[in-house]
């Protein structure tokens, strides 16, 4: 049987956003050779069914852009078992070792992905190094960005400060499972930039909409 245009269309979205974590109608369009028109019509049935989701950036002067990406729905759509398995493993070794070996084990892990994280962002400024590791972030599925402050906030971003935000958690069943991975998270973060206060202003375990790290040198 012949697949619709529509669904068809649905489905090239859908890929194209696992591949590149965000983007504009205007480049899908492009990028699928369909009008602009016809792309902003998936992506709003697509967000009605909540499979994608969409932020507005300020990009100079002139109306807001409008970046879409997929939701933790449209996610789950893409076969991914990887989760699933860890948060059985640790479920496993839980009953077999323990909660106090299971928190050693998880340290451990945070301490090792914090090694490697530094050997890969090297040294330079801080504005250098907050990129780099935003960068290997997004590698690692994080849908990761660097943003201004929140608008109730006064300050705006400066070269000594940032927020770091995540739109997708690429860990998010172990999260929900085991919430104390979060807290190594934020201890990792604080060991890749030792010369920085790091705190949470974000969580999505708390139901919000990302995770967010407040990047400040220490005075």
């Known amino acids: 049987m012949t697949m619709t245009q529509t669904p068809s ?12 974590d965000q983007t504009k109608a205007q480049e899908l369009a492009e990028v699928l050779a369909i009008s602009p028109q016809a792309i902003r019509r998936h992506l709003k049935d697509l967000e009605t069914e909540g499979l ?11 109306r807001p852009q409008y970046y879409y990406y997929l939701s933790k729905q449209g996610r789950d759509r893409f076969p991914n078992r990887y989760g699933e398995f860890a948060v059985s493993f640790l479920d496993t070794l839980m009953e077999t070792v323990g909660e106090k070996q299971v928190g050693e084990v998880l340290k451990k892990q945070w301490e090792r992905k914090a090694d490697e994280y530094r050997q890969r962002i090297g040294a330079g400024s801080l504005q250098a190094r907050v990129e780099k590791l935003v960068e290997l972030r997004r590698e690692e599925g994080y849908m990761a960005e660097l943003h201004d402050f929140d608008e109730n906030m006064a300050e705006r971003k400066t070269a000594e400060k940032f ?11 172990v999260a929900e499972s085991y919430p104390t991975v979060c807290g190594h998270e934020l201890e990792m ?18 139901g919000e909409h990302s995770c967010g790290y407040l990047i400040q040198l220490k005075s």
């Open 9 to 20: 269309t649905k489905e090239d979205i859908l890929n194209y956003l696992l591949k590149v």
């Open 52 to 62: 994608i989701e969409h932020r507005a950036v300020q990009e100079g002067m002139g």
């Open 163 to 173: 927020i770091l935000a995540e739109h997708h958690c690429a860990i998010s069943e």
């Open 189 to 206: 973060f604080g060991a890749i930039l030792p010369d920085c206060v790091i705190e949470r202003t974000h969580w999505i375990n708390n």
